[in-house]
Nanobody, 120 residues
Framework: QVQLVESGGGLVQPGGSLTLSCVASGFTFSVYIMTWYRQAPGKERELVASIFSAGGSTNYADPVKGRFTISWDNAKNTVHLQMNSLKPEDTAVYYC?????????????WGQGIQVTVSS
């Protein structure tokens, strides 16, 4: 059973930085796509950034390009999301997602979610 445990959220002022981490355990496939999603109040969940657990290819949503960086630590089975130049519109609950490569969404695993609030 895959488990995802997120950490690193909190309150930060506009222009500040935060790093989210998601520790994964119980992987049974060799390669996963690790993705951060977020959901703001009253809005649908949206993709923020994704990366292959084998390293290399990354993908970012347009609103976060140039400000957020996703990375994968293979030794610790941990995906990080470095968030810089944070804006109030980045306020949301952030979720870590793991999906085995080439598998459908029914194989998805989700973390519990972590709150990020950007406010002065």
């Amino acid at each position: 059973q895959v488990q995802l445990v997120e950490s690193g959220g909190g309150l930060v002022q506009p222009g500040g930085s935060l790093t989210l981490s998601c520790v994964a355990s119980g992987f049974t496939f060799s390669v996963y796509i690790m993705t951060w999603y977020r959901q703001a109040p009253g809005k649908e969940r949206e993709l923020v950034a994704s990366i292959f657990s084998a390293g290399g290819s990354t993908n970012y949503a347009d609103p976060v390009k140039g400000r957020f960086t996703i990375s994968w630590d293979n030794a610790k089975n941990t995906v990080h999301l470095q968030m810089n130049s944070l804006k109030p519109e980045d306020t949301a609950v952030y979720y870590c997602n793991a999906r085995p490569f080439m598998k459908s969404s029914r194989y998805d695993y989700w973390g519990q979610g972590i709150q990020v609030t950007v406010s002065s």
